[in-house]
């Protein structure tokens, strides 16, 4: 749930501010230019990648969110799940944050056509930025040689065959925020917190958290591979042989 | 990312399982009746309230999820976000599990023809489930009278109002997991493993918890009002008065 749409002058939705000291603070926001973000979604992509982020986002003051894809309009993502309306990522000329999500399939993703349209926008934005194997398709149109960048954890060392610097962790930043990453699907939650501290303050960026209730309980301690148990290690390790070592095999990735 | 794709024999994509032990046992789970679920969504609804459960139910085996709305389609989330499509709630005859996701405006989860389907859906339901507000829109439908429920922190007690019980937790369960409910946003993540734990075993949920890197580490401890600093929670007091008491008031919610 969200409360703020009366609180934020959020461009994505227009609503007026609310009273007082939100209000001023609301106006002095809005005197500064606002933040774009483009987030640019592909088919066979996973929902929660981008949903975590743009929740987070779509909470800050003055920041205008565009979810874009290689055509437009409603894109099907992994189980068939459908999403969009989306802009065409031709028609976007410049965003200041760029944030690429993954895909258990990557062959969209690494299209000749999705990699220049990501790589034309990475070069004129602020903020270069990807959760789970969207780092891979960063990586893949050239944008990280030589830059620190998380993944999921069963593909996270297939950077290196990009060029970039794996970093096995749920954030990892270079070029002092120039480039920042998030780790595998619900990292995206941890990883956008990190990027409204940078862009909008703590404050925003903690406000964000509550009205999100990020309270995590996990009931299991099964969410990262030097956690899960034997068992469950195998499963992941008969469907994707080396995961484990971050060095899984998709469809897509080299 | 998902990397189930090739194991599950999850009847909404409708892939080969793999070899070995893992395509005996997704034999196993197929020899029984699949795990139905519906997800009921409206306009106004906030997608991370289903976008993390249906990332978690999406990767469980023999479980076959339907997103409906009451007019059918693309339906206009919270922040003019577009999602599906989705089925037509009246042509649903019967589920096995209904969750009700929340918004932070209720007006149309609470119409009288919204309510009557998830009223008929939860009378033949084997679990009757929410995330966030959701509760709400189930309390109004008279389906949750003496029975315990979660809901967002901001608006949990206004469950009394409609006969339930209110929970101030992440996750509330009753009748034994015939009710299951998370609290705002994000705790659907938490929720959905609890009744993944339930309903498929506990190596399936940890299975899932491990391919969407559960494994939560919030740069701030903000999610929920006993933590927010005293600046944050005067950000939400003004916004929302009575919030912080579980007594918000938002469109829709007497």
Chains 1, 2 share one sequence.
């Not at 459908?82 to 990522?89: A, H, I, N, S, Y």
């Not at 499963?235 to 897509?252: D, F, H, Y």
């Amino acid at each position: 749930m969200s409360v703020t749409n009366n609180l934020e002058g959020n461009a994505s939705n227009g609503h007026p501010t609310s009273a007082g000291h939100l209000r001023r603070e609301a106006l002095r926001s809005r005197s500064v230019a606002p933040l774009h973000i483009v987030i640019a979604i592909y088919p066979g992509g996973t929902l929660l990648d981008f949903a975590g982020p743009s929740e987070v986002f779509h909470r800050l003051p003055n920041t205008i969110i565009r979810f874009a894809s290689r055509e437009g309009g409603p894109v099907t993502l992994e189980y068939g799940v459908v999403f969009g309306r989306t802009d065409r990522l031709a028609e976007i000329e410049k965003t200041d944050l760029l944030l690429v999500p993954g895909a258990p399939d990557m062959t969209a993703a690494m299209t000749p056509e999705f990699l220049a349209q990501i790589r034309r926008l990475a070069e004129s934005a602020k903020h270069v930025t990807s959760v789970c194997t969207g780092s891979l398709a960063l990586a893949a149109a050239g944008i990280l040689k030589g830059k620190r960048s998380a993944c999921h954890w069963a593909l996270v060392n297939k950077l290196a065959e990009y060029g970039a610097i794996p970093v096995a962790d749920r954030f990892a930043e270079d070029d002092n925020g120039r480039f920042m990453s998030g780790g595998g699907v619900t990292s995206g939650i941890d990883f956008a917190l990190r990027v409204a501290e940078k862009l909008k303050g703590r404050a925003s960026a903690e406000f964000a958290q509550l009205i999100i209730e990020y309270d995590p309980a996990p009931p299991f301690h099964s969410g990262h591979p030097r956690n899960a148990s034997p068992e469950v290690i195998a499963m992941v390790e008969n469907l994707l042989p080396g995961a484990t070592k971050g060095l899984a095999s998709i469809p897509g990735v080299r």
